[in-house]
């Protein structure tokens, strides 16, 4: 087995970093959160919410139900609390309902 040299680096770094060079880490971690947000909430949220997007640290929901809506806005920290555990650094600091 030969040692891996000082230049080189693991496929991994490589997609980080160009991931990061073309700006596109935080669409890919959004991407993963989309992906897990029943996992995360569980069947019911996850069945009623129709839209998800990230931008500038917010969470937007659009939610086709005005209960969970209403049960949602008070577990707020909940919410922000999961997506940013599952993300693996602060994604977001709030969540707007729509």
Known sequence: MSERGKGEVT????????????????????????EAWEEMMGKAVANRT???VIK??????????????DELMHGKQVIIQRVNQRA???????VWFG
Not at 56 to 69: F, I
């Open 11 to 34: 496929l991994g770094d490589a997609i980080n970093k160009l991931l990061k060079a073309y700006k596109l880490d935080d669409k890919m971690a959004e991407m993963t959160i989309i």
């Open 50 to 52: 129709e839209k998800m």
């Open 56 to 69: 500038n640290e917010v969470l937007y929901l659009t939610l086709n139900s005005s209960v969970m809506r």
């Open 88 to 94: 693996g650094f602060e994604m977001i600091k709030d």
